[in-house]
């Protein structure tokens, strides 16, 4: 059980997602990654100023690079399509600072939150001993860490971009994520592919505005297992909450049943209830919730609380 540590690099750091991108390392079953990540539009040094040309960019091909400064891929040897990949958050610890901003984005939300002319920017200190994150403005908020990007390499030969989430995980901006979390997810590429980024430091549920507190992290430490069965067909999360599956569509609606039914084949895994009985049980003792409203794929998720089934 080795532990490794990736730093960005050029061989490190990518903006898309596929199966054609060459591995950044290739470890074993058990192993443990330290990364640290550049905050999500490939920052490396702080905004200046509250605007959105601000700061130090990464020298990126806006081509390739066009979506989220991600950090991997990962190879784990012996995973392979059929199989799944547990990926254990063992300690979040992001850097010393952030930004939000409302405008530019998805077109459809700017249109509904009606932000679509300009962009109102904020810059965010963020103090990790007393986990508060405070604005050029004087907001404060509690700090509340995850990853907004948790992925393996999806199906097929084409690379996507990293902004919308899918089966394979991606741009999941779902809070729950935090330290303490075990991630499941289908593998559809020899090696898995794994890779992470898109830091944030504090979120709410459904992500109303346009961003997080976008931030880099100076410490991601995941750890690695290889299952030799597929789950079910999309991430699911262990978190200190408890049980989490997820959805994602154009239409929430169809984000919410796609949780649901996630969530009911995940009941009838741990359980043994059949379908209906599964359903019944979900109505009474499951949470559904938005997870994000912004990205034009909306996302919702669906949460079994521990001690919610008593067995």
Request: some cysteine; charged content about 20%.
């Amino acid at each position: 059980m080795a532990k490794h540590i990736i730093k960005p690099c050029r061989e490190t750091l990518h903006g898309t997602l596929g199966g054609n991108i060459p591995p950044a390392i290739r470890i074993q079953p058990g192993d443990s990654i330290e990364f640290s990540a550049l905050e999500a539009d490939w920052r490396t040094g702080r905004c200046t100023e509250p605007k959105t040309e601000s700061g130090v960019f990464f020298p990126r091909d806006r081509e390739t690079d066009c979506g989220q400064a991600l950090c991997g891929p990962v190879y784990v040897e012996g995973a392979k399509p059929g199989m799944t990949l547990a990926v254990s958050v063992n300690e979040l610890v992001p850097g010393d600072w952030g930004w939000s901003r409302v405008g530019l984005g998805d077109p459809d939300h700017l249109k509904r939150i009606r932000c679509e002319e300009g962009e109102y920017f904020l810059t965010w200190e963020i103090d990790r001993k007393k986990r508060i994150c405070t604005s050029n403005e004087g907001h404060k908020v509690p700090m509340r860490p995850f990853m907004g990007i948790y992925a393996v390499a999806p199906a097929g030969n084409e690379g996507i971009t990293t902004h919308y989430p899918g089966p394979y995980g991606g741009n999941m901006d779902c809070k729950a994520l935090t330290q303490g979390s075990i991630l499941y997810f289908p593998v559809f590429q020899e090696g898995a592919l794994f890779s992470t980024g898109d830091g944030h430091a504090a979120q709410g549920d459904g992500e109303m505005g346009c961003t997080a507190i976008e931030c880099p992290y100076d410490k991601i430490l995941l750890s690695f297992e290889v299952i030799d069965k597929q789950v079910i067909s999309s991430p699911v999360a262990r978190t200190p909450e408890g049980w989490v599956t997820f959805g994602y569509a154009e239409d929430l609606t169809d984000a919410t049943y796609m949780a649901l039914d996630n969530m009911v084949k995940l009941l009838m895994e741990l359980y043994g209830f059949h379908y209906r009985e599964a359903l019944t049980v979900a109505s009474i003792s499951v949470d559904m919730r938005v997870t994000q409203i912004v990205n034009g794929i909306r996302g919702a998720h669906a949460v079994l609380p521990y001690g919610s089934i008593i067995v």
